[in-house]
């Protein structure tokens, strides 16, 4: 089955998963074109105009600093998109090939998980705190804290399910030819794995955004000037009452994206091989 | 289930001392000399000196582990570098919070969670099934603490109902209606964790439903609602169980950012506080304790699982 026919497969009859993958493609068009799409410089302050309400020229209206909403919040879908992807960047890489790896060579295997089953032993939120507490506020900190803790999870579930194909005849039967290991892991086992790998993406992706924002809510995620939707909420928290569209608008975004991602997440889980169906669990 | 239970313990003492060692090394992480690191910016040499014979600094890494799992062992997680206090009795005020907290979670997870999660189960593939599982994802997709800032605007600011921040302890004025205090914080911290419960619920109960038991109870001709309570329900409730002692456990570290909208003093914004205040002591207590609660949680939920369902462990 190739990538289009599962795609198609995956949204037959799914009005409001279809909607999300709309809105997600809104959002990586946003991201790419911001430049071309923002009306002014998400950084630009203008003491003068502070706190406008929505109207025009400032669409969403503008901050405390005076910069425009509607802008901040276009660059804001780029960062949406860099720590999402970021993060599924490195949770995959790491956690999946820790995750192979230990069910291939077992021996190895056994060590390693148990290094997991370690790691699994801190509460997400918890984890991401301690690492941010050893490292500097930054776009790539942020990405890599996100990114490991979600690798753990990630290595477990490639785990079950490369230990599952490993038991499977077309492994034997390379075996029996003499393909190498490595060859049999990546060549003859990863290409099975792409479907569930594209739905734990997804989710990973839903929830680093639910992570990020909570780690800039805390003043522990992104430096402060970098326009991402967290920030916006965190810096203008105080402003609720003076300005409430100041929260509305980054809250708004960041919800239909997470719930987007989701639906997407969800729809894919349901058309891939039914083998592999109970080891990812999104919402 | 004697022998189960014998070897989960004994597969939980590794897991401990490996967590424990993480950290141990927590502080080491830190770049500078760790003496001055867990006394902070004002202390002297000479205090420095003192701790760091006291500590085993000079000495190689593994003996100073010992001497901090030793002093550990007694109670003695060293002393908050704000506070001035012994790390322990810090950790100890904000119990009160985060466990009041956390039940009262709970019960609004089980109150909502459990019915619309039968209700899903039961209508499945009808429009109110798919109304309640998109609404539940829905409601996990929302970040906890921009829920917060709105509920205290319609609840606190708009309408004046409720409190808006701070916890008063039981013990002080006002007594058992000092938990008002914690219903919008409570409520703040359950959306996300009752959508994950509805979501199970629902998922356990398809589950069951397909098993040949059902099939037996339907061919009797029971009611619909009675196999649905007695014979699915039930059934799917052992995995739903184990699910309420997880997000418990979880509870207390995920409680971070709704006490740090809601100003409770509880653990989670005491971690929040000691990062930004770079009290290193306190922040490895914190860790320390949470991870090990969280580890004992998890084990005796797994015991229980086993024990509510025989098959487990004879796996």
Same mark, same amino acid.
């Given at each position: 089955?190739?990538?289009?026919n599962?795609?198609?497969a995956?949204?037959?009859?799914?009005?409001?998963?279809?909607?999300g993958?709309l809105?997600?493609?809104?959002?990586?068009v946003?991201?790419?074109?911001?430049?071309?799409?923002?009306?002014f410089?998400?950084l630009?302050i203008?003491?003068v105009?502070r706190?406008?309400?929505p109207?025009?020229?400032n669409?969403?209206?503008?901050d405390?600093?005076?910069?425009?909403?509607?802008?901040?919040a276009?660059y804001?879908?780029?960062?949406?998109?860099?720590?999402?992807t970021?993060?599924?960047?490195?949770?995959?890489l790491a956690?999946?090939?820790i995750?192979?790896?230990?069910?291939?060579?077992t021996?190895?295997?056994h060590?390693?998980?148990?290094?997991?089953?370690?790691?699994?032993?801190?509460?997400?939120?918890l984890?991401?705190l301690?690492l941010?507490t050893?490292?500097?506020?930054?776009?790539f900190n942020?990405?890599?804290?996100?990114?490991?803790?979600?690798a753990?999870?990630?290595?477990?579930?490639?785990?079950?399910m490369t230990?599952?194909?490993?038991?499977?005849?077309?492994?034997?039967?390379?075996v029996?030819?003499?393909?190498?290991?490595?060859?049999?892991?990546?060549r003859?086992?990863?290409?099975?794995?792409?479907s569930?790998?594209?739905v734990?993406?997804s989710?990973?992706?839903?929830?680093?955004?639910l992570q990020?924002?909570a780690l800039?809510?805390l003043g522990?995620g992104?430096p402060?000037?970098v326009?991402?939707?967290?920030n916006m909420?965190?810096?203008?928290?105080?402003?609720?009452t003076?300005a409430?569209?100041?929260?509305?608008?980054?809250?708004i975004?960041?919800?239909l994206?997470?719930?987007?991602?989701?639906?997407?997440?969800?729809?894919?889980?349901?058309?891939?091989d039914?083998?592999?169906k109970d080891d990812?669990?999104?919402? | 289930?004697?022998?189960?239970?014998?070897? *989960?313990l004994?597969?939980?003492? %590794?897991?401990?001392?490996?967590?424990?060692?993480?950290?141990f090394?927590?502080?080491?992480l830190?770049?500078?000399? %760790?003496?001055?690191?867990l006394?902070?910016d004002?202390?002297?040499?000479e205090?420095?000196?003192?701790?760091?014979?006291?500590?085993?600094?000079?000495?190689p890494?593994?003996?100073?582990y010992f001497?901090?799992?030793?002093?550990?062992?007694?109670?003695?997680?060293?002393?908050?570098?704000?506070?001035?206090?012994?790390?322990?009795?810090?950790?100890?005020?904000?119990?009160?919070?985060?466990i009041?907290?956390?039940?009262?979670t709970?019960i609004?997870?089980?109150?909502?969670?459990?019915?619309i999660?039968i209700l899903s189960?039961?209508?499945?593939?009808?429009?109110?099934?798919?109304?309640?599982?998109?609404g539940?994802?829905?409601?996990?997709?929302?970040?906890?603490?921009?829920?917060?800032?709105?509920?205290?605007?319609?609840?606190?600011v708009t309408?004046?109902?409720? %409190?808006?921040?701070?916890?008063?302890s039981?013990?002080?004025?006002?007594?058992?209606?000092?938990?008002r205090?914690?219903?919008?914080?409570?409520?703040?911290?359950?959306?996300?964790?009752?959508?994950?419960?509805i *979501?199970?619920?629902?998922?356990?109960?398809?589950d069951?439903?397909?098993?040949?038991?059902?099939?037996?109870?339907?061919?009797?001709?029971?009611h619909?609602?009675?196999?649905?309570?007695?014979h699915?329900?039930r059934?799917a409730l052992?995995?739903?169980?184990?699910?309420?002692?997880f997000?418990?456990a979880?509870?207390?570290?995920e409680a971070?950012?709704?006490?740090?909208?809601?100003?409770? %003093?509880?653990?989670?914004r005491?971690?929040?506080?000691?990062?930004?205040r770079?009290?290193?002591?306190?922040i490895?207590?914190?860790?320390?304790?949470?991870v090990?609660?969280?580890?004992?949680?998890?084990?005796?939920?797994?015991?229980?699982y086993a024990?509510l369902?025989?098959?487990v462990s004879?796996?």
């Amino acid at each position: 089955m190739n990538a289009m026919n599962f795609l198609q497969a995956a949204f037959a009859g799914r009005r409001l998963a279809t909607l999300g993958f709309l809105w997600l493609v809104m959002i990586a068009v946003a991201a790419i074109a911001a430049p071309l799409i923002a009306p002014f410089d998400p950084l630009e302050i203008d003491p003068v105009g502070r706190l406008a309400k929505p109207g025009w020229p400032n669409l969403f209206g503008t901050d405390h600093f005076g910069r425009d909403t509607f802008s901040r919040a276009v660059y804001g879908a780029r960062m949406t998109v860099i720590i999402g992807t970021g993060s599924v960047v490195v949770a995959l890489l790491a956690g999946g090939l820790i995750g192979m790896v230990s069910a291939y060579f077992t021996k190895l295997g056994h060590f390693l998980m148990r290094g997991v089953d370690v790691l699994m032993a801190f509460p997400a939120l918890l984890m991401a705190l301690v690492l941010i507490t050893l490292l500097e506020r930054s776009v790539f900190n942020t990405i890599l804290v996100i990114g490991i803790v979600y690798a753990t999870t990630t290595a477990r579930i490639l785990f079950g399910m490369t230990l599952k194909l490993k038991g499977e005849v077309f492994v034997d039967a390379a075996v029996c030819s003499g393909v190498g290991n490595l060859s049999i892991l990546f060549r003859h086992i990863l290409p099975n794995l792409v479907s569930p790998l594209l739905v734990q993406a997804s989710f990973i992706f839903a929830f680093a955004q639910l992570q990020a924002a909570a780690l800039d809510f805390l003043g522990l995620g992104l430096p402060p000037e970098v326009p991402s939707w967290g920030n916006m909420l965190s810096e203008e928290r105080i402003y609720v009452t003076r300005a409430p569209w100041l929260l509305i608008y980054p809250g708004i975004l960041i919800v239909l994206s997470v719930f987007s991602m989701n639906l997407v997440g969800d729809a894919l889980r349901d058309s891939i091989d039914p083998r592999f169906k109970d080891d990812i669990s999104g919402v | 289930m004697l022998a189960y239970t014998a070897k *989960r313990l004994l597969t939980l003492i %590794p897991t401990l001392l490996a967590a424990s060692i993480l950290v141990f090394l927590f502080v080491h992480l830190i770049p500078g000399d %760790p003496a001055a690191i867990l006394l902070g910016d004002t202390a002297t040499p000479e205090e420095v000196a003192q701790l760091s014979s006291e500590m085993g600094f000079d000495h190689p890494l593994y003996i100073q582990y010992f001497i901090w799992l030793s002093n550990v062992l007694k109670g003695d997680l060293g002393t908050s570098i704000f506070f001035g206090e012994p790390v322990l009795s810090v950790i100890g005020s904000g119990a009160e919070t985060s466990i009041l907290l956390a039940s009262m979670t709970m019960i609004w997870i089980i109150l909502i969670g459990l019915p619309i999660g039968i209700l899903s189960a039961t209508k499945h593939g009808t429009w109110i099934d798919q109304m309640t599982s998109s609404g539940a994802m829905l409601a996990a997709s929302i970040p906890t603490f921009w829920l917060g800032l709105y509920l205290i605007m319609i609840f606190s600011v708009t309408l004046g109902w409720f %409190p808006s921040s701070g916890f008063p302890s039981l013990s002080d004025h006002g007594g058992i209606t000092n938990l008002r205090y914690l219903l919008l914080p409570s409520l703040t911290l359950a959306a996300p964790n009752t959508a994950l419960i509805i *979501r199970l619920v629902r998922a356990s109960m398809l589950d069951v439903s397909r098993e040949d038991h059902v099939r037996t109870a339907r061919a009797k001709g029971l009611h619909p609602t009675r196999v649905a309570i007695k014979h699915i329900f039930r059934n799917a409730l052992i995995a739903v169980a184990a699910a309420f002692g997880f997000t418990f456990a979880a509870l207390i570290s995920e409680a971070v950012v709704t006490e740090t909208v809601f100003s409770l %003093p509880g653990i989670g914004r005491l971690v929040v506080q000691s990062i930004l205040r770079r009290d290193y002591p306190v922040i490895q207590g914190v860790i320390l304790v949470i991870v090990v609660l969280y580890m004992v949680i998890n084990l005796a939920v797994d015991l229980a699982y086993a024990r509510l369902d025989p098959r487990v462990s004879l796996k």
